[in-house]
């Protein structure tokens, strides 16, 4: 799987939103992009994924550049309860059999 | 949506004891599932690939004989930490995707501790 890179820590505002950046410039074309976060002591939690377009659910947006290199999850109104390490993973297809690959992450402090 | 449930949830054992950890996907089949171990402050780091009815895949330095999986059904995956050594203290994770799903959902963890 292609490595990211990813900022290891940021701070927001809450009630602000929070736009956190990942490196993938090595990604090869069938490789999707995906978001989880992990909150202290609890298994990683889904928050979102793409291809090449951009996604949205109700928990945060994917803008994927165009050139599929670089990602960037919003948080559009970040709350207090958003506090964790934020992981961005590059995966081979989304079948069940493929595996995730974690980096360090990005470790998310939102303050009062 | 897709729930993948563990237990125990935390477990503390003597050196030298084996420990079970069960991974269970709730309201869907899971062909394969992934099991990861996570030390403090650090990432997940992916320990084995779970596969129904063979033999799991480890990943390089991960002792097959130290950390045995066993996939006996679609829903169950266990692993079995066996002759428990302090060093061997972390939370351990698993995960799961139903087949047509996109979507690794992953359990809570057990967090082992080996006096």
């Known amino acids: 799987d292609a490595k990211t890179t990813q900022p290891p820590s940021m701070d927001c505002a809450e009630g602000r939103a929070a736009n956190l950046p990942c490196n993938h410039s090595t990604i090869s074309g069938n490789e999707y992009v995906y978001w989880y976060r992990q909150i202290h002591s609890q298994g990683p939690q889904y928050i979102i994924h793409g291809l090449k377009n951009n996604e949205t659910n109700e928990m945060a947006s994917l803008i994927i550049t165009e050139d599929r290199k670089s990602s960037t999850l919003i948080l559009p109104h970040a709350t207090l309860r958003d506090t964790a390490v934020y992981y961005c993973?590059?995966?081979?297809?989304?079948?069940?059999?493929?595996?995730?690959?974690f980096g360090g992450g990005t470790r998310v402090l939102v303050k009062p | 949506g897709a729930v993948v449930s563990q237990h125990p949830s935390w477990v503390i054992c003597k050196s030298g004891t084996s420990v079970k950890i069960e991974c269970r996907s709730l309201?869907?089949?899971?062909?394969?599932m992934f099991w990861y171990r996570q030390f403090p402050k650090q990432s997940l780091m992916l320990m084995a690939t779970s596969n129904e009815g063979s033999k799991a895949t480890y990943e390089q330095g991960v002792e097959k004989d130290k950390f045995l999986i066993n996939h006996a059904s679609l829903t169950l995956s266990t692993l079995t930490v066996t002759s428990a050594h302090p060093e061997d203290s972390s939370f351990y994770i698993c995960s799961a995707q139903g087949h047509g799903a996109n979507v690794l959902t992953f359990g809570a963890g057990s967090r082992l501790t080996v006096l």
């Open positions: 309201d869907f089949q899971a062909t394969t």
């Open positions: 993973i590059v995966r081979v297809g989304s079948a069940a059999g493929n595996k995730l690959t």
